[in-house]
């Protein structure tokens, strides 16, 4: 029991400060996380040694600008935009970490402003293929001080994990949002059913997720920049077996995406409903 907590303590002092906030020292109980005492979010102690890049090669590897993907993620956007009432015609709406773009061009063409933002700038150059008008597409590590107009909704859609600085990126949210902003958020949840039975396999444990956030790990760090949680949903996702196909391959290391010549087999876009151990949040801005 003494060398056990001897090998924790030492564990925790390569450890970097939570994101979530929470001020006690992370628990080291598991040979790859290093939990936070007070929510159970938790830096994967694997990925914090092999991060993944963000350049050109990650939406290939992930077949991020397949139309037949990006289709089937439009779909589950306007499946929770309609759980949640919430009606884009009067909204100036802002997709952080927008990828293939494909639900960014929905937005656009029915929101009444639309703002993206992206760590690659060839995803960038891709919404300008398809149509967007690039005058509201930032890089994230060159974002303007204030946008030309207030964000009346932000969405996260498996982007707020990826987020290396979320505190610094918060405060410029905030001075971007409007009086009563929405924030809404999909991301895996840690100590969901499927990541506690799953380990190491879980899906969501991947070389790019570094830190995983539990419901209240996110509710909590909401709430201390004054978005607070209006309703949780399960967020269930239609995807292809072309998806599980190329996330499989991102997982095990695979470099190239999917091949050309598998994108004509026509059983590659059968669809499923799904969710693996994700987490729905929408958040309100003010008391």
């Known amino acids: 029991m003494l060398v056990k907590r001897v090998l924790n303590r030492h564990r925790r002092s390569k450890v970097p400060t939570l994101r979530c906030g929470h001020e006690l ?34 939406p290939k590897l992930r077949s991020h600008y397949d139309p037949a993907i990006g289709a089937n993620k439009v779909r589950t956007l306007k499946s929770w935009l309609s759980e949640l009432g919430i009606d884009l015609s009067p909204l100036t709406v802002c997709e952080v970490g927008f990828g293939g773009a494909h639900c960014l061009k929905f937005l656009y ?4 402003e639309v703002f993206g933002i992206e760590t690659i700038a060839e995803n960038i150059e891709h919404a300008g293929r398809i149509g967007i ?21 932000w969405l996260f859609q498996d ?9 610094t990126f918060m405060e410029w949210l905030s001075t971007n949002s409007s009086e009563r902003s929405r924030l809404l958020l999909v991301a895996p949840a840690a100590e969901s059913i499927s990541e506690r039975l799953l380990g190491r396999i879980w899906p969501h444990k991947l070389a ?26 399960r967020p269930v996702k239609y995807i ?5 196909i190329a996330h499989l391959m991102h997982k095990s290391g695979r470099k190239g995406g999917l091949p050309e010549k598998w994108r ?24």
């Open 159 to 167: 982007s707020f994990e990826h987020l290396t600085c979320p505190d």
């Open 240 to 244: 292809s077996v072309m998806t599980i």
């Open 25 to 58: 020292p992370p628990r080291c109980s598991q040979r790859y996380k290093a939990k936070c005492s007070v929510c159970g979010s938790f830096w994967d102690l694997d990925a914090l040694g092999s991060e993944g890049r963000y350049d050109a090669s990650y």
């Open 109 to 112: 063409d029915d929101s009444r």
């Open 264 to 287: 004509s087999l026509s059983f590659l876009n059968l669809r499923f409903r799904v969710n693996i151990g994700e987490m729905g949040l929408l958040f309100r801005s003010g008391a």
């Open 208 to 233: 790019d997720h570094t830190f995983h956030w539990t419901k209240r790990g996110l509710v909590d760090f909401m709430a201390r920049r004054n978005f607070h949680l209006v309703t949780k949903f």
């Open 133 to 153: 008008s690039g005058a509201n597409l930032f890089l994230a590590h060159a974002l303007p001080p204030a946008l030309s107009a207030k964000i009346d909704l």
